[in-house]
């Protein structure tokens, strides 16, 4: 059933939005905006959004801030801006994203020289300037000098597309879903899942990702009852009911709306607060070993934007294995920090799982370090096989093996 349902990109949104709509929104931003279209210009932008309604609150929420910001497309990233400075002068740019990251909730503004605002014919270069970038510049900088390493892009979403592609249509028996992940305190857009699930049969048939496009096959249920459950690391589960025939009503318009053939759903997303605790079970280790599978990096960085977003955060990391059983310990070496990947150089002895387990919370908080934070904001626990959820020979044992994250303070 799970192939019923396949994100696309969002280039292939069967839905139109109307040009009333587009003139009202960049009248909306429009403060400075006679400057965008060059491609001399340096921005210090403070967010980028796939969904131009999402820009549209962010660039409100910077100005009770007392910022002067805006909002334009990047032609080359397909996406919308929003930023809070603009010159000719690079220096001046990032004197301003030194001085815009002191401001709670902006500290990771970046300086952007590129075109923004419509595309052009000509594709000019686009250059990003990062913190180590940032950091080194004094009065001779020339950024010309810069070379590919020095430049690489931010990783961000991909942009709703405000009308479809000729030739591009609804499909008969599929419905077109948006799922409009958001952090409720900061406005961002987030990455992450949504379970899709029959509420008539009571089972799983899917699973989204957020800000793309997802088609979803007709169940048949009877009814199109659905329910759509947020499963994104470090924020609350959110759970939304709708109708797939009738996705607007008086019931669901505060989270539901509809933009030609698709569903937009939108999650305003919370952070755990002080006692909560999260399952990592997307953290996985290698077998008799405390150092992590390279698909482990993606709840990793869920955790360390929780992290980031608020520096009164503490934590401490409980590892957990399946059963008690003695044995073989592969664990980082701290001369050599390889997270993902095990090597001659990690070190080996033999150990308890309750070892085994604290070795493992351990590897994380060391990531974690590596990334910035403080290491007086997380402890670390090892409990072995002592809160197991299931028997050990249950054929739902490997939930056993994971790592939680309890809220100690906030």
């Given amino acids: ?94 004197e301003e994203v030194r001085r815009v990251r002191t401001i709670p909730g902006f500290s990771d503004a970046w300086v952007y020289q590129g075109p923004l605002g419509e595309s052009t014919m000509s594709t000019p270069s686009v250059i990003t300037y990062k913190e180590e970038d940032i950091e080194e510049v004094d009065e001779r900088y020339e950024p010309e000098e810069m070379n590919e390493e020095q430049v690489e892009e931010k990783d961000e979403p991909e942009m709703v597309e405000e009308k479809i592609d000729n030739g591009i249509g609804k499909k008969e028996g599929y419905y077109y879903l948006y799922f409009n992940a958001t952090n409720k305190k900061t406005l961002k857009e987030v990455k992450g899942n949504v379970k899709i699930l029959d509420l008539e049969r009571i089972k799983e048939i899917g699973e989204g990702k957020t800000h793309e496009i997802v088609e979803l096959k007709d ?42 053939d698709s569903i937009i759903v939108d999650f305003e997303l919370e952070r755990f607060k002080k006692g909560d605790v999260l399952v990592m079970y997307n953290v996985y280790f290698f077998i008799d070993a405390a150092i992590m599978k390279p698909e482990s990096v993606y709840e990793l960085n869920n955790f360390l934007d929780m992290l ?103």
């Fill in 1 to 94: 059933m799970l192939g019923q349902v396949i994100s696309w990109r969002l280039r292939f949104l069967p839905l139109f939005f109307v040009v009333l709509l587009a003139f009202s929104n960049t009248v909306f931003a429009s403060g400075n905006n006679s400057e965008p279209n060059s491609t001399e210009t340096s921005y210090v932008v403070i967010g980028a959004f796939a969904y131009q309604n999402n820009a549209i609150r962010f660039t409100a929420f910077a100005r009770e801030q007392m910022l002067d910001a805006n909002y334009a497309l990047n032609p080359n990233r397909n996406l919308y801006y929003v930023y809070v400075f603009s010159s000719p002068n690079v220096t001046e740019a990032i």
């Fill in 219 to 260: 169940p048949n249920n009877g009814t199109g009852r659905i329910k759509l459950i947020s499963d994104i690391f470090g924020f609350r589960e959110i759970q939304h009911e709708i109708d797939l025939d009738e996705p607007v009503n008086d019931t669901t318009r505060t989270y539901t709306s509809m933009v030609g």
């Fill in 308 to 410: 980031s977003e608020n520096d009164k955060l503490k934590v401490r990391i409980h590892g957990h294995t399946n059963g008690n059983s003695k044995g073989k310990i592969i664990y980082l070496n701290q001369d050599d920090k390889n997270f993902f990947n095990i090597n001659a150089n990690h070190k080996e002895t033999i150990g308890s799982a309750k070892k085994l387990s604290l070795y493992r919370a351990e590897t994380i908080k060391q990531w974690m370090l590596e990334q910035g934070i403080s290491e007086d904001r997380i402890e670390v626990k090892g409990w072995g096989g002592k809160r197991m959820l299931y028997d050990k020979f249950d054929p739902l044992a490997y939930k056993n093996v994971r790592v939680e994250v309890e809220i100690l303070a906030e």
